[in-house]
Structure formats: C-alpha cells, structure tokens
C-alpha cells in the first residue's frame, strides 16, 4: 500500500494535515528528522504510517506512561500490532514481550527511557529488525529545555545498537538551542539531517493576559461569556478541588483531575469531559497530554506557568476544530513574587540532596551496596512524612539524583492485575488434581479470561471472588498459593510510581552530586521564568510574543488577544476624537455658535465625547468662549 492507502485503511483519513507528508517522505527517505509540530498537529501519525509502509518494527520512545498505554490501545484497536514496555511491569512480562517483537508481527514497541538503561532490553532490541526510531517529546533530551529528563540522555543507546536505521525527533515546542541540542544529543547524521517546523500561529485562538484581584468572580464571568467546554489550571491538588466546589456552587458543572486520583477515576473524570458531561475540568498541569478533544472553548490558568513552552502547550489545547477559543491567564502582584520564590524550592542544596538519597536507602531497608536496579513502588507522601521533608524540595531533589544515574523515577500509573500459567496444560490439569482446594480458581481463571498459557493476560480478582462466591482476599490467598508454587505468574495491580535504584546504596561521602549542572539548570529556569514575567507584562501582541519566544520574528499581530483589541480600541476612540474635533472647527469656521448648536450639528460620538473635545479645545487655547458663545480666530 501506498502510504496515503495507509493512511485510509486505518485512519480513515482522506488526506494529511500540512507536513505531515514531508516529514513521512524525509522519514521514508532514510533522514534524520527533526519536527515542530504545534500540540495537536498529529505528530503520531509522522512516525506510524512510515513504520507501517516498512518491514520491520518502530521503536517509539516517550515519557508519559498513560500516553503510552493510550497509543499502544489505540493501534490495537486499529487491528495495528504494538507493544509497550515500562516500569511497573514484571520480568517475565517483560522478556515475553521483547521476544514477540523479535520473533512475532509487533510493528511498534513503545518504551519508557528509564528501560533503555536495562541491558536486558538493550540486547534484545540488537535482535530486533528495526525500520525507524521515533522520539516523542524530543525537548526532554536537551539541557536547556523546559522538561529535561536525565533518562532521555539513553536515547542515544539506540544509534550505536542501530546505526543505520533512521531517527524522527517530535515536540511542539523548543526553541533554537534545544533544537541544536536534540540533533546534537540524537547524534543526527549532518548529511542527513532534516528540519520541518510549523508556524506556532493560531489563528483562531484569542490569547487574554488579565490583571485581576477578584479570581474567582472573573472566572465565573469569563465561562458564563464564552460557554462550551474547557479546562481550568491551577497550582496544586488542594485547588483543583477547591475551584471546582466553587464552580459546582455556581451552578457550573464541574469536577478535579491530579496526579493523585486512581487510574480509574482519572479515566471517568477524563471520559466525563471529553464527553460534554462535564463543562469545566479543573486540573494541575497533570491533565491534557494525549487528550484528543478538538471542541475545548477556554483554557484558564488561575496561576502563573512556569514557562512559556509549557503554557503554550496547555493553552494550545483550546480550539483544535479551528473555532474561535481563548487561552486566558488571570494574574496579580502575588503570583509573580510566588513564581520568584518557586525557583528557590526548585533547587535544594546538595546536603538536602544527599540527606534525601540517605532517607531512601532507609525507606527501603537497603544494606550498603545492595539495590541495584531493584524496583520498587514510591509513595512521595509517606516517604516525606516519615523524614519530615518537604515534598516540593524533595521531588527536585529526586531529579538531580536521576540526573546523576542513582535512581529513576516514574509516573504514577495505574496497571491492573496480570497472570500468566508457567506449565503446560496437561501439567496444569495434574496440578488441579494434586491441589483440589485450587482447582475452582484456576477452573474460573479459564473460563473468564481464555488461555494464559503464552501471554499475561488481565485479571479482575473482585470478578473472580464473585463468581466463585468466595471473599476477595481468599481469591488472592489462592493466587498467591499459585505463585509460590511457581505454578503460576501472578503480578498484582498497582497506581503508584516506580522507583529503581541503578546502582547499589552508596554512603554519602561517595555520592557524587554534580554542582555545575545544578548551577546550569538554575540558569535556565531563572530565564524561563524571566520569559514568563515579560510576556505577562508586555504591551505588544501576545500571539506575536509567544512566537518570537519561539524564534518565529515574521508573525503579524493577531488582532484578538487583550493587547490587540485593547490597541484597536485606543485607535478606534483616537480616530473618532480627530474626527469630533475636524467637525467643531468646521463648524465654528462659519461663525460663533452656542454650545447645544455645536453639539447637535456633530454626527459623529456620543454627545458626552463631543463636549469632552470641546472642551479639549477650549483648554488648549485652539477655541475661545465669550459670553457663552465658542468661537474661532
């Protein structure tokens, strides 16, 4: 097939978006490629049709775990073979699911970054026949981006395994020396390098900076005025369900989304929105990535964002359908000193860095020089109660440790239960016979869930309690009793982040904490939130703003954002005083007139504006008054 006839067999989709075609053929071509595609701009599809078209499979590398399993759910959906890989799953799942991508039909593997520091997976993938390598949210490699993930520097592990096979880069948003720094990082060949960057311009989104004490009451106002859908974003998880209380008050239907909820109840509350139930979902920056909901009216930041590259991402979740939406920021004094304070909290001290990896190794019970690559759920919140931390401080602690390859951190995910049969069948029927207590579960295993003799398949242990009508703890007593008798592998369910020690506790005269990139990274947030204050404060276009940050200096004014219509006005009212002023002269040049005779004769303003320049006039000495009369020389 072609790959347009791709693109209509599992997309349906008569035609691509502009690019996307330029940079699949760059891509097909053999090319390094690089490209800045606006949130939104159907990036996924960039590398899915070029890894379709060729034999072999796609390694795809991104950091959100959620956005991975989302994909890998829709290609399958799409009748696409995809895997992913990422922390939290079991080795057996894991070693199961490499050698299908080398022996099986699996066209996309998907692989969190951390699991490329795994030598496991890295000889597995030498095994592997691979036609393209796509890195998505490509900024994360790069020092100087807004998102810097340590474990993206192993990208790179991937060109020295497959030298020849091509890379494609992805982001929506990087400016110059990340751009330099994602080639250079990916060690793209210079003779086959490529660059495609769509203008960041939207033309259908209104940007609004508005200065405002009353928060709340405006918030209220500007969702009354705009209607539809949107989302709201502010600072932490208490104010997400603090603002949405308020909104359900005020007779908004509304609801909170952060990092903290289950799986579950994140996907209800994200169902409920994408499917208009909900009118406003008040969320932290945890909300919107993958989300396809092109009908989003308002985006609302209740705080300032901590970059530009961020905001512009979450605002550019409004009006993907190309109607008109608006990104409003509302701000006051306080906001821009929090912001300022935030950088402080941002980078703790290396004593308060090493006193954190000194409280895992504790949490953990972990002997001096044990741990390495060992795995293991993280609870932030316990961890900071028991040693008194802060939480703020230690979660930027725990990036420079990843930084400096201690440990690796992921997002908290939601994986339900798995199992898989480790004998045969015929071994199994002898095990059910030799163990009757266990013979029912395994009986309603079957049943329920089909054959688990290759694969892990997903279980629901309530499920199972109730058919078997037992409790739900006997269910997992049972299932357990299987795993110890190594009968089978069972992997209970999980929503919390993983954390992996890389190498064996250390004491803390031997932890090596690396001053100068603390010192360079503080840097960059430092011009970061610099690029913040300005664009908030500026009085040019904001849209105009926002793509010169971008290094994009050929955009024109919008014409719809606060500074625009606020320019317009200003124009608008100074054209019609010239004109007011045009009329009195003109109309005093044929002689003395009384002021109701002036007034009435003016066809242009209201009477109020008519007599203000009037009286303009007269102050500025260009019109006299003598008994009541207004006259000119």
């Known amino acids: 097939m072609t790959i347009h006839e791709i693109l209509l067999k599992y997309w349906q989709y008569p035609s691509f978006r502009p690019l996307q075609e330029s940079i699949i053929q760059s891509v097909m071509d053999g090319n390094d490629t690089l490209a800045l595609l606006p949130t939104g701009g159907g990036k996924s599809l960039c590398f899915q049709i070029p890894a379709l078209f060729k034999e072999g499979i796609c390694i795809v590398i991104t950091p959100l775990i959620a956005l991975m399993k989302d994909q890998v759910e829709n ?58 390598i796509a890195v998505d949210e490509a900024h994360c ?64 989104l209104a940007y609004m900076v508005l200065y405002e004490e009353n928060k709340m009451g405006r918030l209220l106002n500007i969702i009354h005025k705009i209607g539809g859908t949107g989302i709201i974003y502010v600072r932490n998880r208490r104010e997400t369900q603090e603002v949405a209380r308020y909104l359900i008050m005020n007779k908004i239907r509304s609801d909170y989304y952060h990092a903290g909820l289950s799986m579950p109840e994140r996907t209800k509350k994200q169902e409920q929105w994408k499917n208009n139930k909900i009118q406003a979902i008040v969320a932290t920056n945890a909300f919107g990535m993958g989300i396809d909901k092109p009908d989003v009216r308002f985006v609302i930041h209740l705080d300032l964002p901590e ?44 004593k308060e860095i090493a006193q954190v990896y000194f409280h895992l190794g504790n949490y953990y019970q972990l002997a001096y020089g044990a741990g390495q690559f060992l795995t293991l759920d993280f609870d932030l919140a316990d961890f900071c109660n028991k040693y008194q931390l802060n939480p703020k401080r230690t979660v930027h602690a725990l990036k420079f440790l990843e930084h400096d390859e201690w440990i690796t951190l992921s997002e908290s995910v939601f994986l339900p239960s798995r199992l898989r049969f480790e004998v045969d069948a015929p071994t199994l029927y002898r095990f059910q016979v030799e163990y009757a207590s266990l013979d029912l579960l395994i009986k309603t295993i079957l049943r329920s869930y089909g054959s688990a ?40 369910q999980t929503d919390k982040p993983q954390l992996t020690f890389l190498q064996g506790r250390v004491d803390t005269a031997h932890l090596h904490v690396d001053h100068q990139y603390i010192r360079e990274r503080k840097q960059v947030v430092e011009k970061q939130i610099e690029a913040v204050l300005s664009y908030v404060q500026a009085s040019t276009c904001r849209s105009s703003t926002l793509l010169a940050y971008f290094d994009d200096f050929d955009a024109t004014d919008c014409g719809i954002c606060d500074v625009c219509i ?19 002269l003109a ?47």
């Open 566 to 584: 606020k320019s317009q006005k200003s124009r608008s009212q100074e054209a019609k005083t010239t004109a007011i002023k045009s009329s009195i």
């Open 453 to 492: 003799f290759d694969l892990y398949v997903e279980i629901h242990e309530g499920d199972i309690a109730k058919k078997m009508g037992i409790t739900y703890q006997a269910v997992i007593a049972g299932l357990q009793k299987m795993q110890e008798l190594e009968i089978a592998s069972y992997l209970p």
């Open 75 to 132: 290609l399958q959906a799409r009748k696409i073979e995809a895997v992913a890989i990422f922390s939290g799953m079991g080795k057996r799942e894991i070693d199961i699911a490499l050698d299908n991508c080398i022996y099986g039909k699996i066209k996309f593997l998907y692989l969190s970054p951390e699991r490329l520091m795994s030598e496991l997976v890295q000889e597995r993938i030498r095994y592997m026949n691979v036609n393209l």
């Open 141 to 204: 490699i790069s020092h100087w981006g807004y998102d810097f993930r340590p474990a993206y520097l192993q990208v790179s592990i991937l060109r020295e395994i497959h030298p020849k096979v091509p890379v494609l880069a992805l982001t929506a948003t990087a400016i110059a020396s990340v751009v330099t720094d994602i080639q250079e990082k990916l060690q793209f060949d210079p003779a086959k390098r490529r660059f495609f960057k769509k203008s960041f311009f939207r033309g259908n």
């Open 307 to 350: 970059s530009l590259e961020a905001y512009y991402q979450e605002a550019g979740r409004a009006g993907r359908d190309g109607l008109p939406a608006y990104a409003t920021l509302l701000h006051h004094e306080e906001d821009h000193i929090r912001l300022k304070k935030n950088l402080e909290v941002s980078f703790p001290t290396v």
């Open 587 to 633: 109309i005093l040049s044929e002689g003395p007139q009384k002021i109701r005779q002036i007034v009435d004769k003016i066809e242009v303003g209201d009477e109020g504006s008519r007599i203000e320049v009037l009286r303009r006039l007269v102050d500025l000495g260009e019109v006299k008054i003598t008994n009541g009369t207004y006259h000119i020389f």
